[in-house]
């Protein structure tokens, strides 16, 4: 089509010319017609992704003049290349439709990960600016805005710019670029990491929740776990920019750190032998585990050595250790470990969402925001559903406890009254004794017994009689001290030894109990009440070398007499003897 012979001005030609061009071609001849292309027709650009296109330099030393030359593949801004480019030149061609100059930013938000990058602004394959960002180097960063790297440029109405960002990176080479105009620019640099941040506040929440598990439970899984998260934490911080938008901290100035991407599943591994148990438990688990482990350690070390080149192999190492747990998490359920099936839920969890982020950084799968950031959000699931093992397996071992606590308890003690039981009394009594001696304090030995009980059985029945020794254990319980020990030695005779107390402290404590006891009344059937004594016999040990039996032997001879000289009554033995008139 030709404008000749028109009559229409020259400026007017050049103008409808360039239109007819735009509307034929989507953008000016120069760029070529298969190059992806950003029209912008209006000054509001808020662009998270666009098409452009890629180029990798192989022998990473190759000037811009020769790269300008170079076959560049179509592409969009969200690109994941894994491990062999190193080095990657982006191109981006941009056409400024609008009828005003307008101002435009590029956004690299995950440039902290990265080595080194650089921007070239160009026209007609002519350098119009160049910045270089070495992030490898400490100090100040130009046109780094946290962990985000800003560059802007300006383009004129109906005027054409093409930016090549060059991207140098340590081992996986995946990163996004953004373009927008001032206002979306602010925007998009105040809300940069926020969502990270959230996820690394609750790691150190869980850490916190951690600390609390241990200081109850003591176990070395919880210091396990305390690892696996302070690992976790620190490769989130770097890989995530949580260091770089919120410290200044750039991945490259701190990348020796990124062992922790070796030293998280170690700890993970850990963790599943100690939960389990595998060592003792689950033997073939047990191996394949500490073969895993040792893949993995071998690896850390290495990373101390060269963390670079420990990193290449790190995301098929991950996908190993996803694959052997996976299978050791779904064998450890076969077999019905009880805490298993809570496991492997979180455990797959997290398998799901590595795998998606290893296919990512193989270069595998496309850029999402799923699979970028796949690691740290598997991590945190898994630490909940650990946390939540973790506080599964302190409550069951509680449990566990308690039902000894109650086994020892009933073993110790007489299920009818709840006093405790001859052979509890006989130990106690031992440790007594023992603490008396170290101390030099007097301890005095009890015996009771109800009368004429067997009256009561005969005259009531058996089941009156049991109320009667139930309410008579009752009463002990309400006239002893904390260190008293009462039990119930058998049928209608108890025993309370009395520590730190002489036969004439113990004669008084006698007389309250005999007191009570003249005094309680029982309703039994209809209008009847029931009315029981007690005698009691008490006898002081002779320290240091008198026996528990010796001294129960004593006491009984007491309880003999008190019985003897008509019952309702103390007496202390051997020599000293005092008679209580019976009550009436």
């Not at 590595?354 to 496309?366: L, R, T, W």
Request: net charge neutral.
């Amino acid at each position: 089509m030709s404008l000749k012979g028109t009559g229409i001005p020259l400026i007017l030609k050049v103008f409808l010319t360039t239109l007819l061009l735009v509307v034929l071609n989507g953008v000016p001849s120069a760029f070529g017609a298969d190059e992806p292309t950003i029209v912008v027709e209006s000054a509001k650009v808020e662009l998270a992704e666009f098409p452009m296109s890629y180029f990798i330099d192989s022998s990473e030393e190759m000037p811009f003049s020769e790269v300008i030359q170079q076959s560049f593949t179509p592409s969009t801004s969200m690109l994941t290349l894994g491990t062999n480019a190193m080095v990657t030149w982006s191109k981006i061609q941009v056409f400024n439709q609008h009828s005003e100059k307008i101002r435009l930013f590029v956004h690299h938000p995950y440039a902290y990960h990265l080595k080194a990058v650089s921007f070239y602004e160009t026209q007609h394959q002519q350098v119009l600016n160049h910045i270089d960002i070495p992030l490898y180097q400490s100090g100040d960063k130009p046109m780094m805005y946290g962990g985000t790297a800003v560059f802007s440029f300006e383009l004129a109405p109906n005027e054409s710019k093409t930016i090549y960002v060059k991207n140098i990176s340590f081992s996986h080479q995946w990163y996004q670029l953004s373009l927008f105009d001032e206002e979306a620019s602010k925007k998009a640099l105040v809300s940069t990491g926020n969502y990270i941040a959230l996820l690394v506040g609750m790691m150190l929440a869980l850490m916190i929740y951690n600390f609390f598990l241990y200081i109850s439970a003591h176990k070395i899984e919880n210091v396990v776990y305390a690892l696996y998260l302070i690992s976790g934490t620190i490769w989130v911080s770097l890989s995530y920019g949580v260091a770089a938008n919120f410290f200044g901290v750039f991945s490259a100035e701190v990348f020796q750190f990124n062992s922790t991407v070796l030293s998280m599943p170690s700890f993970l591994v850990l963790f599943i032998m100690l939960i389990f148990d595998t060592r003792k438990r689950h033997p073939k688990e047990h191996i394949a585990l500490c073969l895993l482990l040792l893949l993995l350690v071998g690896d850390f070390i290495y990373s101390l050595i060269d963390i670079t080149a420990a990193l290449k192999p790190a995301s098929t190492l991950a996908a190993i250790m996803m694959l052997i747990t996976f299978g050791v998490s779904i064998s450890l359920w076969r077999k019905r470990e009880p805490l298993a099936k809570y496991f492997f839920l979180g455990h797959f969890m997290f398998i799901a969402f590595n795998m998606s982020a290893v296919f990512y950084y193989k270069g595998i799968s496309e850029f999402n925001q799923i699979n970028s950031h796949g690691v740290g959000i598997g991590i945190l699931l898994e630490a909940l559903m650990m946390a939540f093992v973790l506080s599964y397996r302190i409550n069951e071992l509680e449990r566990i406890k308690g039902k000894q606590e109650e086994l020892k308890r009933l073993a110790d003690t007489d299920p009818m009254t709840g006093l405790y039981n001859r052979r509890y009394f006989e130990i106690a009594a031992k440790q007594a004794i023992e603490q008396a001696k170290r101390t030099k304090t007097a301890v005095s030995l009890m015996v009771l017994d109800i009368d004429h009980f067997k009256k009561i059985n005969d005259n009531f029945g058996h089941l009156v009689g049991d109320d009667v020794i139930i309410a008579f254990g009752k009463l002990l319980k309400q006239h002893q001290r904390n260190v008293d020990i009462v039990c119930r030695f058998g049928g209608e005779e108890f025993l309370l030894l009395l520590p730190d107390c002489d036969a004439s402290n113990a004669y008084k404590v006698a007389e309250r109990i005999r007191l009570a006891a003249s005094n309680f009344k029982m309703q039994a059937d209809g209008d009847t009440q029931i009315t029981f004594t007690v005698s009691a016999g008490i006898h002081q040990f002779n320290l240091p070398d008198e026996s528990i039996k010796s001294a129960t032997d004593a006491a009984d001879r007491a309880l003999y007499l008190a019985k003897s000289s008509g019952r309702n009554q103390v007496k202390i033995t051997p020599t000293e003897t005092i008679a209580i008139a019976p009550s009436h």
